[in-house]
């Protein structure tokens, strides 16, 4: 087994989860010894989160999605947008609030939970009025969590501690572009999905009746 950033190396940590005797578990409820939470910051592709999001179903797991409302690269008040929140939901997932600072806009496409986007020290960790922040405790202890950002765990990937039990609960972050699009570097995942972004802006401009010739 190799530990890449791929979906077959994803499915492989799901599978770990389940062989260590974790269960799912969401932001409901403060984290109880044997909950794996998984949670997604769906940064750049609706695309990527709704094709994790079906292998998270094959294998019977769920998380919640936290998407954003002011991403330049998609938008949720989009057919597109749309679709990809019903699709998500009808998938057994949760779906909460990815906000960029100082802007929270939670309405009823979310639960009230919030991951802020990069966030800086002096906010990370701040209270949110009537939401619940994934950094702040019970959700949060730098022991119990885990983030593949930049293609890049910084303890090592943790599919063996997780296959193993070692965790007594942990919140688990993952990006899902860095895992639907392939790469050896995120730069070059980056670029693949940048070239798939394009075919599927192209793809807009046709249906908008766009003359591309």
Known sequence: MTCEFSLAHYGELLEAA???????AGFDRAPEAGDLILRHDVDLSLAA???MAELESELDAWSTWFLMTRSVFYNLASPEGERAIARLRE??????????????????????????????PEYMWADIDGAASVMRAPFFDPDHYRSDSNQHWRHGCPH???????F?????????????FEGGTMGETMRAFLAAD????????RADRIDLT
């Open 91 to 120: 998938l057994g997932h949760r779906v909460a609030h990815h906000a960029v600072w100082p802007h929270v806009d939670l309405d009823g496409r979310f639960d009230p939970i919030v991951a802020w986007h990069n966030p800086d």
């Open 160 to 166: 063996d501690a997780i296959a193993a039990g070692r």
């Open 18 to 24: 389940r062989q260590g005797g974790y269960r799912f």
């Open 168 to 180: 007594e609960w942990l919140q688990l972050l993952i990006h899902p572009e860095i895992w639907v």
């Open 49 to 51: 989160a709704q094709t």
């Open 198 to 205: 394009g075919e599927a802006r192209l793809e807009a401009l």
